[in-house]
Nanobody
């Protein structure tokens, strides 16, 4: 069984930085590709970033390129968020799938964390 636990969310001001963490437990971490998604109130869950398990290749939504960075170390995947904007306000979810691709669709991910809330004030 794979379990994902996010942390690091909070209330920040526009222009601030925040780093989210997702700790993985279960099967071999390096066998899973990891992704971050976010869901704002009244909206559907959207892709943010992903990192492949073997290649380390990354993929980003256009809206976050240059500001958010995904990385992984040991059993943790991080999302470094810089120059935060009010439109980044959402619940951020960590997700995993047992493949090599950096999928952007939520349906491609099998395991999900409970989410961590990020609020960016203007």
């Amino acid at each position: 069984q794979v379990q994902l636990v996010e942390s690091g969310g909070g209330l920040v001001q526009a222009g601030d930085s925040l780093r989210l963490s997702c700790t993985y437990s279960g099967r071999t971490f390096n066998s899973y590709s990891m992704g971050w998604f976010r869901q704002a109130p009244g909206e559907e869950r959207k892709f943010v970033a992903a990192v492949g398990w073997s290649s380390g290749m990354t993929n980003y939504a256009d809206s976050v390129k240059g500001r958010l960075t995904i990385s992984r170390e040991k059993n943790t995947v991080y999302l470094q968020m810089n120059s935060l904007k009010p439109e980044d306000t959402a619940i951020y979810y960590c997700a995993a799938h047992s493949g090599t691709y950096t999928y952007t669709g939520a349906n491609d991910y099998r395991y999900w964390g409970q989410g961590t809330k990020v609020t960016v004030s203007s």
